[in-house]
């Protein structure tokens, strides 16, 4: 999980996109930090995609989307489907209670042991071998020479308060499947970590050359073509277009 594919905007696969009803003057328009996440083989926040069904009626669904290389070299689309509901049926009430709280959980299946996460942006269960992770693991605990108590912490899923000696700072660290290396370090306590997670620091309202992306409070986005704009769209346009003129005089 350390090695990060990254796509140039060119190869993105813009007709196979098509079909879901995003176009390229949409992924033109896209935040920044979410281009960055598509062009780094990254999961896209939850998208709102439109497909038609064989009686040529619009389907509206949710997905996140993320760019893979396939062996020839070329480029397709990965799609990690939106759930209104998690089904975690399969786990026990402990194991449940964790996944429902951001943790990370070790499990065996076939033999094999992986870590399993509740993806709270598309209820979908992610599972990946412990062994990627645990390198990642290992790799980050020998660079900073800390001790092995606080890594089999983090080995087994538990978040592990990391102190120094010399200051009162404190770093956590856990395992998060969300991320490229599998692992999430934040500064400051344990709660730090847990409410780091859920905090989206996309704007509601992210406007580009067409269009305008629109974030809700879960952190889905939709987009809205700017001849569909609302008068709540166009009064914040308006708004941030003032802020923005303040701004570039401040700068003279």
Not at 26 to 32: F, G
Not at 94 to 121: F, W
Not at 161 to 168: A, C, G, K, L, V
Request: one cysteine or more.
């Amino acid at each position: 999980m350390e090695y990060v594919d990254k796509f140039d905007e060119s190869e993105i696969p813009f007709e196979a996109l098509g079909k879901f009803g995003i176009t390229q003057q949409m992924i033109d328009d896209l935040p920044e930090q979410v281009m960055l996440l598509l062009t780094t083989g990254q999961y896209t926040p939850v998208m709102v995609l439109n497909t038609s069904n064989e009686a040529g009626q619009t389907i509206e669904t949710k997905a996140r989307i993320s760019l893979v290389r396939n062996t020839d070299g070329s480029v397709s689309l990965r799609f990690a489907p939106y759930w209104e509901s998690a089904d975690l049926e399969e786990f026990s009430i402990e194991e449940q209670q964790k996944l429902m709280n951001g943790l990370v959980i070790m499990r065996e299946e076939d033999t094999h042991l992986y870590y399993a996460q509740l993806d709270t942006m598309t209820n979908q269960v992610m599972r990946v071998p412990v062994e990627l992770i645990q390198h990642n693991i290992d790799s980050f605990f020998q660079k900073g020479h800390i001790d092995e108590t606080n890594k089999q912490y983090v080995i087994n899923g538990q978040l592990a308060e990391i102190r120094s000696n010399t200051s009162p700072d404190v770093v956590t660290v856990g395992i998060d499947l969300n991320e490229t290396d599998g692992l999430r370090i934040v500064s400051g306590d344990a709660a730090a970590w847990k409410e780091e997670a859920y905090i989206s620091d996309m704007p509601e309202y992210n406007f580009g050359f067409y269009g305008c992306w629109i974030s809700d409070h879960n952190g889905h986005i939709s987009y809205v073509p700017e001849d569909k704009y609302t008068e709540e769209i166009q009064s914040e346009l308006m708004r941030t277009a003032g802020q923005n003129a303040v701004k570039s005089q401040m700068r003279r």
